[in-house]
């Protein structure tokens, strides 16, 4: 960005946050975050925290440079403006958005892609898509999975997604691995084809910025399961075919599992006492339509 500032001194640069360096080490603890921003000039945090406060430096720099600064969710937008010392007037708040409303398949379609795929018709599909790693709370999700098979034996975990280590992730599966159905990478054809068919979609992420795994499980009319993680907590609230699990310590991974498993709990009591068909879930608000974002960014570029 300094490069092209120099070079083409005439140019706009519009900087858009898919992510920051601080979420991932911290799991999304903003309220972590900030404590160690305040304290920044103590050796302490200096000495411990070197990684986190260059990137921070790195990330203020970046904005200094920009522009526009646009932030995918009101949690980014909040901590740009109080501690980032960002002027207001250059931040725009534009979250991701869905190209087109999903057609639903057919209660045929869907008993098809259940007999190919082997899968009983009363089995209850919880459906993961992401990576499988901490951050994304693949991990409690397993946990929280292996309480809830107790309750519910008829259910399945599908997980749609690419690991680096199939040895440790089928070990943490034990003794569940029989009811998890591991898809690996698929696919956006495919992906959908398990957003159809599924009960209930989990979005259990320490954070994320705006997650398009939620925007796809909304669009396919899924309840679904969510944290309360940074940035997630901006796309889910508790509502009637929404569930949100506490987070709380992220030392103390048994606590967000059981919240987990309430959730889930839950809702799979919810359709099993009025069936999925007559649960309302809504499509998104019209700020994760296609058709808003693309006047937010017009008018991003005419500002400019």
Same mark, same amino acid.
């Given at each position: 960005?300094?490069?092209?500032?120099?070079?083409?001194?005439?140019?706009?640069?519009?900087? @858009?946050?898919?992510? =920051?360096?601080? !979420?991932?080490?911290?799991?999304?603890?903003?309220? *972590?975050?900030? *404590?160690?921003?305040?304290?920044?000039?103590?050796?302490?945090?200096?000495?411990?925290?070197?990684?986190?406060?260059?990137?921070? #430096?790195?990330?203020?720099?970046?904005?200094?440079?920009?522009?526009?600064?646009?932030?995918?969710?009101?949690?980014?937008? #909040?901590?740009?403006?109080?501690?980032?010392?960002?002027?207001?007037?250059?931040?725009?708040?534009?979250?991701?958005?869905?190209?087109? *409303? !999903?057609?639903?398949?057919?209660?045929?379609?869907?008993?098809?892609?259940?007999?190919?795929?082997?899968?009983?018709?009363?089995?209850?599909?919880?459906?993961?898509?992401?990576?499988? !790693?901490?951050?994304?709370?693949? =991990?409690?999700?397993?946990?929280?999975?292996?309480?809830?098979?107790?309750?519910?034996?008829?259910?399945?975990?599908? @997980?749609?997604?690419?690991?680096?280590?199939?040895?440790?992730?089928?070990?943490?599966?034990?003794?569940?691995?029989?009811?998890?159905?591991?898809?690996?990478?698929?696919?956006?054809?495919?992906?959908?084809?398990?957003?159809?068919?599924?009960?209930?979609?989990?979005?259990?992420?320490?954070?994320?910025?705006?997650?398009?795994?939620?925007?796809? =499980?909304?669009?396919?009319?899924?309840?679904?399961?969510?944290?309360?993680?940074?940035?997630?907590?901006?796309?889910?609230?508790?509502?009637?075919?929404?569930?949100?699990?506490?987070?709380?310590?992220?030392?103390?991974?048994?606590?967000?599992?059981?919240?987990?498993?309430?959730?889930?709990?839950?809702?799979?009591?919810?359709?099993?006492?009025?069936?999925? !068909?007559?649960?309302?879930?809504?499509?998104?608000?019209?700020?994760?339509?296609?058709?808003?974002? #693309? *006047?937010?960014?017009?008018?991003?570029?005419?500002?400019?």
């Amino acid at each position: 960005m300094k490069t092209i500032r120099e070079s083409h001194p005439l140019s706009k640069q519009i900087y @858009v946050i898919h992510d =920051m360096a601080w !979420t991932l080490h911290l799991f999304g603890d903003v309220d *972590r975050y900030i *404590r160690i921003l305040k304290q920044k000039n103590r050796k302490y945090v200096v000495e411990r925290y070197a990684y986190l406060l260059e990137a921070y #430096r790195e990330e203020v720099e970046m904005c200094r440079y920009a522009d526009r600064v646009v932030c995918l969710s009101e949690d980014t937008y #909040r901590l740009l403006e109080t501690c980032y010392s960002e002027e207001q007037d250059k931040l725009r708040l534009i979250p991701n958005a869905l190209f087109e *409303r !999903t057609v639903l398949w057919s209660e045929k379609q869907k008993k098809a892609f259940r007999k190919k795929m082997m899968l009983p018709d009363d089995e209850k599909i919880l459906l993961y898509v992401g990576r499988m !790693t901490e951050q994304k709370g693949f =991990m409690a999700c397993i946990n929280a999975f292996k309480e809830i098979v107790k309750v519910y034996p008829m259910s399945r975990l599908a @997980v749609v997604g690419t690991t680096g280590n199939w040895d440790f992730v089928r070990k943490i599966c034990y003794p569940v691995l029989a009811k998890v159905h591991f898809t690996g990478a698929l696919s956006s054809e495919e992906v959908d084809k398990w957003y159809q068919i599924s009960d209930i979609g989990l979005l259990p992420s320490y954070t994320e910025q705006c997650s398009y795994v939620g925007l796809e =499980m909304i669009a396919h009319r899924l309840p679904v399961v969510a944290s309360d993680g940074f940035g997630v907590r901006c796309m889910f609230q508790k509502q009637e075919y929404v569930r949100v699990a506490h987070i709380g310590d992220i030392n103390q991974a048994d606590g967000f599992k059981d919240e987990l498993v309430m959730a889930t709990l839950s809702l799979l009591r919810s359709l099993d006492e009025r069936g999925k !068909t007559n649960i309302d879930v809504t499509y998104p608000n019209e700020n994760y339509l296609t058709d808003k974002g #693309r *006047r937010l960014y017009l008018m991003l570029f005419e500002d400019c």
